[in-house]
Structures are given as structure tokens and as C-alpha cells.
């Protein structure tokens, strides 16, 4: 079985955005099959809507995230706290390597403007600078579910 970190660079590579990628390779190593996947993480790219705020690919582990430890009824504290865990640890690994969580501080370009898409588009940000995002949240959210 391949990895989350080599299906989400797959399907990243496929033109998925970055939170679909993350989300997506996480589900496959786990054996989630869900036709709302990734529909549920599409707005998460480019950091939510193209807001430049938390980066896609974290967006994305968290979900994953949230697929093994999230809470089913509304009263599970435990699960609740535990999810909550292991979000932070995975934001805690990826400012630590990154220096932020924020797609703006990432790339240097605001999606919000078509000057900063352009910006993006020129700079080849899907093939050169965000893969090492998608890997690194897909491969740091497997680790924590494998624990």
C-alpha cells in the first residue's frame, strides 16, 4: 500500500487542490471510501476560498484527522479532546518546518487578486512550492493516525 504522503502528491499532481489532495490520500491509505470526498475539502484551497488564510494542505489534515478521531455524538468530550490533540500537533509540525499555517505567508501571493493568481500561475506554485506542503501535512496527519 503507498502512502498518504505519495497519494496526496498523486492526486495533487492531478490538479486537485491542496486540502482535496491532503484529505484524499488520507482516505485512501485508511480505506475511507465517501462519495463526499472531495467535495467537503474544495473550499479549503488556497487557504479557504483563496483568502490566503490557513494553508490547504493543513486544512486537509485536519480533516483527516477528524475522520479517525472525531467525535460521532455531540457529548464525546474525549473524542472531542483528542481530535483537538491531534490538530495541534500536526499545526504545531508544520509552522515548525514552514514558519506558518498561512497560505499567504507560504506562497508570497494574494489568490484573492487575479494579479497574485497570475503571480501564482508565473511562479509554478502547484509544481514547485506548494507539493512540499501537500507531502508534508499528508505524511505528519498519517503518522499521527498510525501513531
Known sequence: ?????????????????CAEAVLL???EVLGIEET????????FGAGIGFRGDVCGAVSGAV?????????ERAGDQDAKLACYGKV???????EAKFGSIKCLDLTKCD???????????ELDLHSKVCPAFVAFAAETAQGLIEG
Request: glycine share 10%; net charge positive; proline share 4%.
Open 63 to 71: 480533516m483527516g484527522l477528524g475522520l479517525i478521531f472525531g467525535r
Open 88 to 94: 495541534r500537533q500536526v499545526i504545531e509540525a508544520f
Open 25 to 27: 490520500g488520507l482516505a
Open 111 to 121: 489568490m484573492r487578486t487575479p494579479e497574485g493568481r497570475a503571480r501564482a500561475d
Open 36 to 43: 463526499c470526498i472531495p467535495r467537503i475539502a474544495t473550499g
Open 1 to 17: 500500500m503507498r502512502s498518504a504522503k505519495d497519494a496526496a502528491l498523486e492526486y495533487f499532481a492531478r490538479r486537485f487542490n
